[in-house]
């Protein structure tokens, strides 16, 4: 009579050589056997898996199937042959064809199951229009979901979920603002869902984190024609958006100095003329001259020269305000729109520039000639106020060098 070492060892040896993948599983789906076939089918060792739970090997939409399998098996019944899908360790779906039995004890009562499979080979002609388009749906880059009517998620698809501490299973049944990580009612993704509820069609953006979502919403309705819910769609945009920042930013700004360019600048005091005159608020230009800029190149070199245009960008920003445009208006000439500004606050900022750069360590010391314009009172165009900016900024040069050919 042979021993259970034995009869253990017999066993083992028929699990390793099996071609058929035999695991063992509690009534709960917890992995307690697992064959060699297995391992060659799955990908997965026995340690991996031995412990885990049989729906970690399952894609999303085959979860309730298996839960039903284990709850018939608790409820006294089995489906003892079907087709499923299952995930192999690096991720390709695999179409097993699978037996199942009851393990029992002595008393007839239901212990684990028994579950035997082999790999069929579809081709894709094979498999159903619905199981294609849900593979499809699955691969792709984006995340899909419905919810009910009280904004729950019912099902989601997709794989756009790499940016988010929730798993796709971990959705269902969740709402949808814990996965858009915002509570209030009126925040905008919440107040856009309660749109679709009422048969709309809404698209917008939404930044989570430092993500950006684009996120398409319409009605979800019933055969009938009911609103049931909501059909979601969103797509990750960030690097889309990053890169269209990026070219913004170029087309808008000096390369040198990281100022706004003669084009920005010219775009923002025409939207500031026309917002003044709908506001009746006064704001100021300010022009700027970097003086003797040639002979700093001469003396110096050119890389010195770059360096003055930058140290007076960095000045130039250090005084103006967030809602204030500095620029590089082109050459040795730049400007700043001070918003909501007079002629007192305006005199102010360009006497904190000249101070600023007076007491500069860095050699060569610069200088700049400044020159300045009100709206409305120098001016109600962009070409008056400019003029006007201009023949100020002339004059003090003028004088300025009257004063020293007079020293001199």
């Known amino acids: 009579m042979q021993s259970n070492s034995q009869c253990e060892q017999m066993l083992a040896a028929i699990l390793e050589s099996a071609d058929e993948a035999i695991v063992g599983m509690t009534l709960e789906g917890v992995i307690q056997l697992w064959s060699g076939g297995a391992e060659r089918l799955y990908g997965y060792s026995a340690e991996e898996v031995t412990g885990q739970s049989l729906l970690a090997l399952l894609p999303i939409y085959e979860v309730p199937a298996l839960q039903e399998v284990l709850q018939s098996v608790?409820?006294?019944?089995?489906?003892?042959?079907?087709?499923?899908?299952?995930?192999?360790?690096?991720?390709?779906?695999?179409?097993?064809?699978?037996?199942?039995?009851?393990?029992?004890?002595?008393?007839?009562?239901?212990?684990?199951?028994?579950?035997?499979?082999?790999?069929?080979?579809?081709?894709?002609?094979?498999?159903?229009?619905?199981?294609?388009?849900?593979?499809?749906?699955?691969?792709?880059?984006?995340?899909?979901?419905?919810?009910?009517?009280?904004?729950?998620?019912?099902?989601?698809?997709?794989?756009?979920?790499?940016?988010?501490?929730?798993q796709a299973r971990e959705l269902i049944g969740r709402p949808v603002s814990e996965y858009l990580k915002c509570a209030g009612t009126n925040m905008t993704p919440m107040s856009h869902h309660y749109a679709a509820l009422r048969?709309?069609?809404?698209?917008?953006?939404?930044?989570?984190?430092?993500?950006?979502?684009?996120?398409?919403?319409?009605?979800?309705?019933?055969?009938?024609?009911?609103?049931?819910?909501?059909?979601?769609?969103?797509?990750?945009?960030?690097?889309?958006?990053?890169?269209?920042?990026?070219?913004?930013?170029?087309?808008?700004?000096?390369?040198?100095?990281?100022?706004?360019?003669?084009?920005?600048?010219?775009?923002?005091?025409?939207?500031?003329?026309?917002?003044?005159?709908?506001?009746?608020?006064?704001?100021?230009?300010?022009?700027?001259?970097?003086?003797?800029?040639?002979?700093?190149?001469?003396?110096?070199?050119?890389?010195?020269?770059n360096r003055a245009l930058k140290r007076l960008a960095v000045v130039m920003k250090g005084q103006c305000?967030?809602?204030?445009?500095?620029?590089?208006?082109?050459?040795?000439?730049?400007?700043?729109?001070?918003?909501?500004?007079?002629?007192?606050?305006?005199?102010h900022v360009a006497q904190r520039v000249e101070t600023c750069l007076r007491v500069g360590q860095e050699e060569p010391q610069i200088s700049v000639t400044i020159g300045m314009a009100v709206y409305p009172t120098d001016g109600r165009t962009a070409q008056d106020l400019l003029e006007a900016a201009d023949q100020q900024l002339y004059g003090r040069k003028k004088r300025t060098l009257s004063q020293k050919m007079t020293a001199g």
């Not at 579809?122 to 792709?140: G, K």
């Not at 024609?225 to 990750?236: A, T």
């Not at 040795?332 to 007192?344: K, Y």
């Open 199 to 305: 048969g709309e069609s809404v698209q917008f953006d939404y930044k989570q984190q430092d993500r950006i979502l684009e996120i398409h919403l319409e009605p979800l309705r019933s055969p009938l024609g009911e609103i049931v819910g909501c059909i979601g769609v969103g797509l990750d945009i960030t690097q889309r958006k990053r890169t269209e920042e990026q070219i913004r930013y170029q087309a808008t700004h000096d390369a040198l100095t990281g100022l706004a360019n003669y084009r920005e600048f010219m775009d923002t005091l025409e939207r500031e003329l026309r917002r003044t005159e709908r506001s009746h608020h006064s704001f100021a230009v300010l022009l700027l001259d970097l003086d003797d800029l040639k002979r700093i190149n001469d003396r110096f070199g050119h890389l010195t020269g």
């Open 74 to 166: 608790r409820d006294g019944k089995l489906l003892e042959s079907e087709t499923v899908e299952r995930l192999h360790k690096f991720g390709s779906r695999i179409n097993v064809a699978v037996r199942r039995s009851v393990v029992r004890d002595e008393h007839g009562a239901a212990t684990s199951i028994l579950e035997s499979g082999r790999a069929i080979r579809h081709t894709v002609s094979d498999i159903p229009l619905d199981r294609q388009l849900r593979q499809v749906v699955e691969q792709m880059p984006l995340l899909l979901w419905t919810t009910d009517q009280q904004l729950h998620i019912t099902s989601n698809w997709g794989s756009g979920l790499q940016h988010s501490e929730l």
């Open 321 to 347: 305000r967030a809602t204030d445009l500095a620029a590089r208006y082109g050459g040795d000439e730049f400007a700043v729109i001070l918003i909501d500004s007079d002629h007192g606050m305006a005199q």
